[in-house]
């Protein structure tokens, strides 16, 4: 059974950072690639970032410079790291691996950026 947990959400002031963590359970873990999604109210759920089990790593446009995706093979845990934050980053974040045929989600933590 394929889990994700997430963690670190919270609310935190514009230029602040916060670093979230998921904990993956019931795959081989090194073998799949990860990635971080977010929602915002009424908006569509969009890719933040992403890393291969070789640690190569993508970026959306809005986040570049400021966010930095990372796995720990050995703790099966994937992690983001988010500077500078700004209102429009106040969203649920969401972990997201594919396995066994089929796309698995955490059940999001809720991040809040504003003064």
């Known amino acids: 059974q394929v889990r994700l947990v997430e963690s670190g959400g919270g609310s935190v002031q514009p230029g602040g950072s916060l670093r979230l963590s998921c904990a993956a359970s019931?795959?081989?873990?090194?073998?799949?690639?990860m990635a971080w999604y977010r929602q915002a109210p009424g908006l569509e759920r969009e890719l933040v970032a992403n890393?291969?089990?070789?640690?190569?790593?993508n970026y959306a446009e809005s986040v570049k410079g400021r966010f930095t995706i990372s796995r720990d093979n050995v703790r099966n845990t994937v992690f983001l790291k988010m500077e500078s934050l700004r209102p429009e980053d106040t969203a649920v974040y969401y972990c997201?691996?594919?396995?066994?045929?089929?796309?698995?989600w955490g059940q999001g933590t809720h991040v809040t950026v504003s003064s």
């Open positions: 997201n691996t594919g396995a066994r045929g089929r796309n698995f």
């Open positions: 019931g795959l081989n873990f090194r073998l799949h690639p």
């Open positions: 890393v291969t089990g070789g640690g190569s790593t």
